[in-house]
């Protein structure tokens, strides 16, 4: 049997950890993260970790082996991710791997593109516009520099923005000019099952769990990692909007309001970023799992 990854794909809150738990068991396998929120030790209830529960009922990879306090690029995950399945497919045939991060997930199933050396003095130039200037300042030279890139980056991540503004810069070229469309060749086939849901359902998904993570003690973890809320890791949705509330810059009820609205934003661009596949095979959360089991054994697992 080929070797085979199961990427298990999807917007935020939709159910991707529990089916994936799911597959791992029926193919009595292990479970990848490609969830770059999930990472870090110090994250736990804004980034919906799996919980002891769900990680006692299969074995876990990348889930809070780094610190917020590390750098931890897509390029290191990469390599990391294919060294541990080069060592798990020694003894399975299938893994599965679940996660939101598009970049993440196409790194590992289709590897990265090759980008020039930058001298270091560019990022640090662009942090200190970024914190002079803020985040706007950053999408409009985005746009003048490389209009490609920027229709389709994601605008409110920071790290991106400066990544490929840095590319820009040194290299004198659009950042996107480096992109390549060319699959690198894997020593496994990638087989991607993604869920999805009315927009009116998964917006109540959404809510729900933002809700919940509030019950679960959100607000003390956000507090507690106030004084590092300059780090990269903690760029992210869930935890800047709250950092704004302890700074006295808004009303906990507008935060959280925040919270909910950008989560619901994150998860549209998710979708943009998961449709572009065209050989995704899609189901809904309310799928009998046997069912999907069915169809992914018939309808990707058979193909080569």
């Known amino acids: 049997m080929e070797k085979t990854l199961v990427s298990v794909v999807g917007p935020t809150a939709i159910g991707k950890t529990k089916l994936a738990i799911v597959l791992a068991r029926h193919f009595d396998t292990d479970v990848i993260s490609a969830d770059s929120r999930q990472f870090y030790k110090e994250m736990n209830i804004g980034t919906a970790v799996p919980s002891a529960e769900e990680l006692s009922l299969a074995q876990h990879h990348f889930i809070q082996h780094k610190s917020i306090f590390d750098h931890y690029s897509v390029g290191a995950y990469e390599k990391d991710a294919i060294s541990m399945l080069h060592k798990l497919f020694k003894a399975k045939d299938l893994v599965v791997m679940v996660g939101g991060s598009g970049l993440y997930i196409d790194a590992v199933a289709k590897g990265l593109d090759e980008f020039p050396e930058v001298p270091p003095h560019f990022r640090k130039n662009l942090n200190k516009k970024l914190e002079k200037d803020g985040l706007e300042s950053l999408q409009k030279m985005l746009h003048e520099l490389d209009p490609v890139y920027y229709a389709k980056v994601d ?51 959404i809510n729900k769990r933002v809700d919940k993570m509030v019950d679960r003690g959100l607000l003390a973890e956000v507090e507690s990692l106030k004084n590092f809320k300059g780090l990269n890791a903690l760029q992210t949705v869930g935890y800047k909007e709250l950092f704004a509330y302890f700074d006295g810059n808004c009303t906990l009820d507008f935060a959280l309001g925040e919270v909910k609205k950008n989560t619901r934003r994150f998860a549209k661009r998710q979708l943009t970023w998961f449709k572009r596949n065209q050989e995704t095979l899609w189901v809904t959360p309310s799928m009998n799992e046997e069912r999907i089991i069915l169809k992914l054994e018939k309808d990707l697992i058979g193909k080569k």
Not at 178 to 190: E, G, H, M, V, W
């Open 155 to 205: 605008l409110e991540n920071p790290h991106r923005l400066i990544r490929a503004l840095e590319i820009c810069l040194a290299s004198e070229k659009p950042y996107s000019s480096f992109l390549s469309y060319d699959k690198k060749k894997r020593a496994f086939q990638t087989v991607t099952i993604g869920l999805n849901t009315e927009r009116s359902i998964l917006y109540d998904r």
